[in-house]
């Protein structure tokens, strides 16, 4: 996870918002659409909890939810508040209904749902200084509060996360070791590539678990102090 700079909320949205009776359940679906459009592209093409990559087809995103952070039932008064909308993927939903081999994440795991988040706020938490990421991939703070949500609420260290995570660990372990021609990377090249996946590409997308990367890199760096 990190945190979310939010952008400027569609104008169709904005409209629809100020409708008389107007309901997140009743919004047509072309403006739907553009939400969802809006909320991936200002997450760089990446889930809010997990940080897999949004599939897009076509423009569209049809492998997306559209994350309520104070859920619907319990703050109606937030269902059309833009900053309360983030962009979630699936959290192997989809597979779980098809054939329930699959354990559910993020937003779609059991727990979730219109339970709250107390330990963070996706707006304002520094959460890429609170986390830290082991080298089977496991997602780790020094905060007892947040380690229990992350496990019990949003389930972000399923053995499949943690799987891609540490897969993504290891390709920056092996890019340095190719890098490393005497023995020790200069600091700058290590540097180079913390920024590297830090920035967007150029459709505006990070890389899937840029954190994981950024983190390792980070440690790597403090070696050098």
Not at 193 to 210: T, V
Request: glycine share 8%.
């Amino acid at each position: 996870m990190r945190r979310i700079t939010k952008g400027n909320e569609p104008s169709t949205f904005a409209t629809y918002r100020r409708e008389a009776g107007a309901t997140f359940g009743s919004l047509p679906s072309e403006e739907k659409e553009e939400l969802r459009e809006s909320l991936v592209k200002e997450q760089g093409g990446l889930c809010c909890y997990c940080m897999c990559r949004i599939p897009e087809v076509a423009g569209k995103y049809p492998g997306m939810k559209i994350e309520h952070f104070k859920s619907q039932s319990r703050y109606p008064s937030e269902q059309l508040v833009y900053r309360n909308l983030f962009g979630a993927c699936w959290g192997n939903g989809q597979g779980n209904l098809l054939n329930g081999s699959h354990p559910q994440t993020c937003d779609t795991f059991r727990s979730k749902k219109n339970e709250d988040i107390k330990s963070f706020n996706l707006l304002t938490s520094d959460l890429e200084l609170e986390i830290r990421y082991l080298r089977n991939g496991t997602m780790q703070s020094q905060r007892d509060d947040l380690n229990d949500e992350i496990k019990t609420i949003l389930n972000l260290n399923d053995q499949s996360l943690c799987g891609r995570r540490e897969g993504v660990r290891d390709g920056v372990s092996n890019q340095l070791r190719k890098l490393d021609a005497k023995g020790k990377v200069a600091k700058k090249v290590i540097q180079k590539l913390i920024d590297d996946f830090k920035s967007r590409d150029k459709d505006g997308n990070f890389k899937e678990f840029y954190p994981v990367a950024v983190y390792h890199l980070e440690t790597k760096l403090k070696q050098y102090k």
